[in-house]
């Protein structure tokens, strides 16, 4: 079956950087676009970044808009969440998911496959 495990949460200072990982398997990873979610406590899940199945296109919620990166590797199954300059608003559990679009889609219900999620705490 599918899975989608997610790695590289963790408590960090404002300010500093962390990189999530999403390990992929029962699935062909390059046939699906990969997206990254987080919720954080009392609040609904959002959008944090997507990547096309290629890694040519990407897409970023305005609030992580240039310090946060995803990208994908192909050949490993997986996709990754560079987070700089975090800030406490950041914190939150993110999710990575699987959507068999071929765009690069943002909302939630574009998305088949979702891992159980890693803990991001951003400390001030």
């Known amino acids: 079956q599918v899975q989608l495990v997610e790695s590289g949460g963790g408590l960090v200072q404002a300010g500093g950087s962390l990189r999530l990982s999403c390990a992929a398997s029962g699935l062909t990873f390059s046939r699906y676009a990969m997206g990254w979610f987080r919720q954080a406590p009392g609040k609904e899940r959002e959008f944090v970044a997507a990547i096309s199945r290629s890694g040519g296109t990407t897409s970023y919620a305005d609030s992580v808009k240039g310090r946060f990166t995803i990208s994908r590797d192909n050949a490993k199954n997986t996709v990754y969440l560079q987070m700089n300059s975090l800030k406490p608003e950041d914190t939150a559990v993110y999710s990575c998911?699987?959507?068999?679009?071929?765009?690069?889609?943002?909302?939630?219900?574009?998305?088949?496959?979702w891992g159980q999620g890693t803990q991001v705490t951003v400390s001030s």
């Open positions: 998911a699987a959507s068999d679009s071929s765009l690069v889609p943002t909302t939630t219900r574009r998305y088949y496959y």
